[in-house]
T-cell receptor
Framework: EAQVTQNPRYLITVTGKKLTVTCSQN?????MSWYRQDPGLGLRQIYY???????DKGDVPEGYKVSRKEKRNFPLILESPSPNQTSLYFC?????????????FGSGTRLTVV | AQSVSQHNHHVILSEAASLELGCNYS??????LFWYVQYPGQHLQLLLK??????LVKGIKGFEAEFIKSKFSFNLRKPSVQWSDTAEYFCAVNARKAGGYQKVTFGTGTKLQVIP
């Protein structure tokens, strides 16, 4: 089954403790992206990757890092999480850049930073 | 800057009522248009999409949307909603800019609550 797999689904952490949210897709998509979803703000793009070793900032990249060492994986790294990063995070992949023909989304990671 | 507006933030309907959710975007170039649906506790799923051709597109579960270029709109419709349509609906626009650069922008979402 074609899918984007995110882990963990839920995460509670403390301020400053580094964490990684994993994302993996099995569709051989070149384009992958991370979004955060906040009430009233919709989805905002954090980072995206056009291909292996090619990443770029989205609209809200501050406080986040990403890497793309393999085509299937696109982890999101919070090196020093802060409470304002409490949010629902989605990984998405697409055949064409920027979801030109539509995204496949992961199931989401609800992160709480206390 | 490219933007997408969904004017209805929260819509409450009774079952069998007709639905229309508004979506307007601000970009004059070539666009692909999407509606995504997010059921409670789940991820976003593609509901329907418009690339070109017939401006009336049909998606899954009886949903349809009409692209009106002159109004920069892509409204979502369903003739008769069901309780299972309770979800949040997001409009999204993929815009192709000079040099091949593409960007997708999501609206802020409309929460639909269908009362049995």
């Amino acid at each position: 089954e074609a899918q984007v797999t995110q882990n963990p689904r839920y995460l509670i952490t403390v301020t400053g403790k580094k964490l990684t949210v994993t994302c993996s897709q099995n569709m051989n998509h070149e384009y992958m992206s991370w979004y955060r979803q906040d009430p009233g703000l919709g989805l905002r793009q954090i980072y995206y990757s056009m291909n292996v070793e090619v990443t770029d900032k989205g609209d809200v990249p501050e406080g986040y890092k990403v890497s793309r060492k393999e085509k299937r994986n696109f982890p999101l790294i919070l090196e020093s999480p802060s409470p304002n990063q409490t949010s629902l995070y989605f990984c998405a992949s697409s055949f064409r850049p920027a979801g030109e023909y539509g995204y496949t989304f992961g199931s989401g990671t609800r992160l709480t930073v206390v | 800057a490219q933007s997408v507006s969904q004017h209805n933030h929260h819509v409450i309907l009774s079952e069998a009522a007709s639905l229309e959710l508004g979506c307007n975007y601000s970009y004059g170039g070539t666009v692909n248009l999407f509606w995504y649906v997010q059921y409670p506790g789940q991820h976003l799923q593609l509901l329907l999409k418009y690339f070109s051709g017939d401006p009336l597109v049909k998606g899954i579960k009886g949903f349809e949307a009409e692209f009106i270029k002159s109004k920069f709109s892509f409204n979502l419709r369903k003739p008769s909603v069901q309780w299972s349509d309770t979800a949040e609906y997001f409009c999204a626009v993929n815009a192709r800019k000079a040099g091949g650069y593409q960007k997708v922008t999501f609206g802020t979402g409309t929460k639909l609550q269908v009362i049995p």
